[in-house]
């Protein structure tokens, strides 16, 4: 009987994934309602959730119901990544029919903001002073996901080793324990502990636990979303920054590095290289930047510490929360040094972009390396290591070389969307600052983006932001593998 039963494979495979991916994504959306309890005055927004969230769930068990009694097969090589990026559109655009449905956000600045939030950017369209609190915590909700791996979250209906796979395939690396459920639940309970704990000392510091909840969350995912116009600057603070750049640091670490910490293997942990670059990074650049403030704010040098740690974290760490009303009137030096660390970006494994402390570590050692072998004698053979979550780990040529075509790739990206923004009358410096932020998925802001702009440069972020938490590769591969299977129909 066995037998009989037909094999699903292929792209009736994803097909019939992208219908169990669609009930779960459903589900996110249905999950605003929860507000309802404590807030009975939102019901008037809760059919912008429901039909979407009902629609999704209804499609998704139809398609279900299309492939019932069917043995799933295995994919080809690389569909995987056809059906990584399949799954982060079809999330974005259902998502996105919330914005569409309360009547203030076009379809473009819709799909920007739910893009900024699956990606944990924190770059918005969205007015938060007038908005409603079902739409606040909404898009906070995007970027808990987003941050932890909207895969990750979403692969409890797939096998382990099939699961893992198309974790890895969305970026991650951090492969805490052998199986996905195992590692699943170890990473969410990281990262819930983190947001409750963040939660309750903001509502200690004075926050309100409305607030206290979706900051907690947005510094955790490294998203930067805010309830306040001004950001963390609403609440001049020292406290709520402290706990802020303390969340944001959690955020932006390798979570094997927190599982390292919970296992008190603290040797381990400080050998890390991302964890030495950061050290090294923060230790140079936050006294330059204070002696660049200290004229700025009066000579006082405790406010022009607060300024640029807060800052420099914030850019770092890929969260995008700000102390500071606007960057225009900042020293050009310091939005410079922002700038870089929006492009270096944070660990590997983290919820943070960026090109990622790891890449950029091993960059400089294999420029050392082969400076070395230049100087030394042509024969002799030399296997080179770099220290990773605390072991000697040996890198071969095909890594270096990977290593460095992504970086170049991430500049090329970079330098093409810098002059698009450019192009739109924008000056340069303002351009590079803004599409660093939408590509190492940050959230800082010189002005170009927002409910004013024209839907160009809301595109051209969204593409930079999608590009950016997918890491380039997985969409490349997808493209090119839909390409090719087209033109092999064509050819036969």
Known sequence: MDKQKKIVSGYPLIFNYLGIFAVLIGIINLLPLFLLIFNPGEIVHATDFLIPGLSSIVVGLFIGFLFRGREKGRLERHQDAVLVVSIWILAILISAIPFVL??????????????????????????VESSSSMILVFRSLLQFFGGVGLVLVLTSAISDKFGMRLYSAEGHSDKLVPNLIRSGRTILTIYVGYILVGMMVYILFGMSPFDAFNHA?????????????????????????????????????????????????????????????????????????????????TDSFGMALRVSAFQFISAISGTGYQTVSTFHTLPSFFNLVLILMMVLGAGMGSTAGGMKQYRVALAFKSMYWNIKEQLSHKKTIRTHFINKLGNKTVVDKEEVIHNHSFLMVYLIVLVVGTFVFAAHGNGIFESLFEFASALGTVGLSSGITGAHAANSILWTATVGMFLGRLEFYVIFIAIAKISIDITKRKVY
């Open 102 to 127: 309360s009547g203030h956000y076009s379809f473009t600045q819709s799909v920007f903001e739910v893009t900024s939030g699956y990606s944990t950017t924190g770059l918005t369209v969205v007015d």
């Open 217 to 297: 969350v947005c510094a955790v995912a490294t998203g930067g979303f805010s309830t306040r116009a001004a950001s963390i600057g609403y609440y001049n603070h020292i406290g709520i920054e402290i706990t802020t750049i303390v969340l944001m640091i959690l955020g932006g670490t390798n979570f094997f590095v927190h599982l390292l910490l919970l296992k008190g293997k603290f040797k381990h942990v400080f050998k890390h290289v991302e964890i030495k670059l950061f050290g090294i990074l923060t230790l140079i650049f936050i006294p330059f930047l204070v002696l660049n403030l200290i004229n700025f704010y």
